[in-house]
């Protein structure tokens, strides 16, 4: 099963750590704030999602919450209720 990935970051992300983290994981989704930021759309494996925890570490941010979000398998459908 593949995921994607919604992390939020306690206050502002670097323009250079946001740009890194285009570079190295492809198209992600960058929302900042005075006091926060949410990066969403990383669709990678463990061993990715432990290079982009290193990388924000290294940078001294504060990672405050890490949700992972299942996508649908092609071919499989969605259910509604």
């Known amino acids: 099963m593949e995921l994607t990935y919604r992390l939020e970051?306690?206050?502002?992300?670097?323009?250079?750590?946001?740009?890194?983290?285009?570079?190295?994981f492809g198209?992600?989704?960058?929302?900042s704030e005075e006091t926060w930021t949410v990066?969403?759309?990383?669709?990678?494996?463990q061993a990715a999602l432990r290079a982009v925890l290193s990388l924000l570490w290294d940078l001294g941010s504060e990672v405050r919450l890490v949700e992972a979000i299942p996508l649908p398998s092609s071919g499989e459908e969605e259910v509604e209720s």
């Open 27 to 31: 198209d992600v989704e960058v929302q």
């Open 9 to 24: 970051i306690r206050g502002p992300l670097p323009r250079a750590a946001q740009e890194e983290l285009g570079r190295r």
């Open 39 to 45: 990066v969403s759309g990383l669709t990678v494996d």
